[in-house]
DNA sequence: GCTCCTTACTCAAGGATGTGACTAGTCCTA
DNA sequence: TAGGACTAGTCACATCCTTGAGTAAGGAGC
């Protein structure tokens, strides 16, 4: 049960939508966790009925009508409860890890190819957060926003963000580079 | 379906037997996947019962019989497709950073323990990878055994586990501070 | 005029993962 | 000599997460 204290803490900046955060959960949330509309709708129905937010009904013209969610006093304290209880430890779980350790098994030049394609979404994502970090800290400096600003929780998380993905980057350039020396020197000496 | 392959690849090393391969998954395995040793069972079931492994009976005098597994070609075959397949990109998905993300309307002083405890855990686990890493090149140097050992595929994801948990010690204990600064100062000015 | 995209949300099904308990013999230590 | 840890593995259940499809309306572009 985490997706759910996931969701609460998105709640936080305030009324979202099951949509508005389907899209949010795409990006700044997407550092730390992912999920698929129906998830979150699954949830919010969950999180609804057990009295840790309320919405309402917005009835809008041009569109559809939509639920606002925002959290409860009951949820606050649920989030409380989540944070002092201890979390596991986690790991990558990546299918392009798994690959690479079965290097030495598989074709070589496939593997070369998807590594450098996950370096770039990597890049990619890089700028997402860098737009994202400016965004949030506006004027402000980043020790300046760090020591005074509101609401820097998403900020810590989005640097995390963006370390991984550097990271990520960095690894994936470098094992693919190793990976393509090793094929170009291997004829079987 | 990656846990299956997952295995597959860990069974690339050679032999292994269940509880062998429960350890494995706790210490190299690690830093890309982790699976408690039920699961482990039920998949080297289902991965032998669909011919990509073998598995031969040990008998033991001191202790249980055991069964070792070895990779059939057809499970080569499945790896080398599983390879060639495009993989969906992975995010860090960690209970803590959803109690930082929160972390506006939550104690701070029980998460700023939990940050440290985890930084503890992870400059643990940074040890524990700089050993294997020396263990698997043996005496060769980084860079030359990059170029010329056999079997980097580990030693590659084992070097990903390692920036991982440098990356995550560093943010952890920077965190923390941040958060206690903000602890100290913020008697509501 | 047709198709695609966006907003907004729902339903069903199945595989993946996690939790907890249980068997059973051996070795080590206090 | 009793308690604990290690080897080796199994069963059952519950929940999480993914996959895939579907509804319904308005607006944009070709």
Redesign the pocket.
């Given at each position: 049960?985490?997706?759910?204290h996931a969701v609460l803490a998105a709640l936080l900046d305030g009324e979202h939508?099951?949509?508005?955060l389907?899209?949010a959960f795409d990006v700044g949330m997407a550092n730390f966790w992912?999920?698929?509309?129906?998830?979150l709708?699954?949830e919010?129905?969950k999180l609804e009925r057990d009295g840790l937010i309320t919405g309402r009904e917005v009835v809008?013209e041009?569109?559809?009508?939509?639920?606002?969610f925002t959290v409860t006093d009951a949820g606050l304290d649920e989030l409380r409860r989540f944070a002092a209880g201890q979390s596991?430890p986690s790991s990558v779980?990546d299918d392009l890890m798994v690959k690479v350790a079965a290097a030495d098994a598989v074709d070589t030049a496939e593997l070369v190819g998807q590594l450098e394609e996950r370096a770039a979404i990597a890049e990619a994502k890089i700028d997402l957060f860098d737009g994202l970090l400016r965004r949030m800290r506006g004027d402000a400096d980043e020790a300046e926003f760090l020591a005074r600003g509101r609401r820097i929780g998403p900020y810590l998380t989005c640097l995390r963000g963006r370390a991984f993905e550097r990271e990520n980057r960095d690894w994936c350039t470098r094992t693919a580079a190793v990976l393509r020396a090793r094929a170009g020197a291997d004829v079987r000496r």
């Open positions: 049960m985490a997706l759910r939508s099951g949509y508005q389907a899209k992912h999920a698929l509309p129906q998830q709708y699954a919010l129905a809008q041009a569109r559809p009508n939509k639920r606002l596991k779980r």
